[in-house]
């Protein structure tokens, strides 16, 4: 039996030959008549800047726990073993993609034959090119299985007709795939982690409102010593269940807290975790990862998790500074003269135009700061379009203990009102 490999990746950019990285792929094997025999997707974590989430759809809290290339790669080969080429809409592209992942793991992605459906199209988005054929899309674009599918479905069409190319594909040899080093880890699909995000919201808003709605007295602190005990005990493998759900529930009408006093519980919770994380001066980005996890299930989010971070960056700054001197968050009145970088594609509108990057550096000019292209030691702020953002200014940021800022919030900041 002949055996095709669809490939589809969703990026940080176009430019696989620099910094950008794949931040999705999709492999499935399937039959030259269309039959799918196996199918394998994961997010994958960059380790860098997502880039334009407007089209792929994916966020830095998308891919936060995500494994990193390494990790799948050999989860990748396997799922391409057995194919005797590989197709692509745009084949290029994703060829390219795969192939700059794993030269940085010092591999080669082998240079075997394969299959465009955009040219024996005669060119088009995938799209366009599955309505001009009958093919039905399934799903949503620019999401790596979806596309693959869809790709796969495309080609079965163009095949049916092509008997010569039919005898071509048959005459192929299986490519060869190198062993490398297989990680144990786990995948992680949109779905999937859309449903324990889901999972981890419907905990949290039901223990807010229930607490907050019974009106229970307020306690003393054993009381929240207890629960922080029990919350440290089901955070452990970094998931909340059901049935440890429902226990904290429970528990926390039973003893009487009140929403105010959970949220901070686990607001203090995640500080002591973030100083013990920080405590040796080395905060890797494992035990970022980490903490981000469990910023999450707790119900910390956007600014609220960044201050946390910053809290404990300039506590940890301030006890190895000779004067023992506090850096406070830049107000309004203060950023005047301030140095100030920007890093990430912008979601925020301003008079009906998405902020590119040449606006941010004017309007923010027109207030008075400095817009600089790199981050250095003598920059204030840096302005991020994800607070959960990996690109490499914002972990130069955190280095140096830099204030980071979500950019809803600075154009607040600077009393300009974007949406």
Known sequence: MTYLAV???ETTGLNPYRHDRVIEVAALMMRTDGEIIREFVTLVNPERDV??????????????????FVEIAGMLFDALN?????????????????????????????DGPTLCTMQLAGGGTLSSCCRDYNVNFEGDKHRALHDARATGQLLAT?????????SKIARLSPITWPKITKYETRLLTRDEFRKRSAQASTYLERLFVKAENDLI????????????????????????????????????????????????????????????????????ETERRDLRQVAFLLGIYGSELSEILQIVSLEMGQERTEDNSRVE???????????????????????????????????????????VETVTKKVDLLVVA????????????RKYSTQIMHEADFWNLLGIEVE
Request: hydrophobic share 35%; with cysteine; net charge negative.
């Open 158 to 166: 163009f095949l049916r007709d092509a008997p010569q190319e039919l």
């Open 51 to 68: 880039g334009p989430t407007r089209i792929h759809g994916i966020t830095a809290s998308d891919v936060v726990a995500a494994p990193r």
């Open 7 to 9: 490939i589809d990746v």
């Open 329 to 371: 968050p830049l107000q309004r009145d203060q950023l005047t003269g301030k140095r100030v970088c920007f890093t990430g594609e912008s979601q925020c509108r301003h008079l009906d135009q998405t902020i590119t990057r040449e606006m941010a550096t004017e309007l923010a000019t027109n207030k008075g700061m400095i817009v």
């Open 82 to 110: 057995g194919c005797v080429a590989v197709v692509g809409h745009n084949v290029r592209f994703d060829h390219s993609f795969l192939s700059a992942e794993f030269r940085r793991l010092g591999h080669s992605f082998p």
């Open 217 to 284: 007295p307020e306690t003393d602190d054993s009381t929240i010593q207890a629960y922080t005990a029990l919350l440290d005990r089901v955070l452990e493998d970094r998931c909340v269940d059901d049935t440890e759900a429902q226990s904290l529930l429970d528990l926390a009408a039973q003893w009487g807290i009140g929403g105010k006093r959970i949220h901070e519980a686990h607001r203090q919770y995640l500080l002591q975790l973030s100083r013990a994380a920080m405590s040796d001066e080395v905060f890797t």
């Open 386 to 397: 994800d607070l959960l953002s990996q690109s490499g200014k914002a972990k130069k940021a």
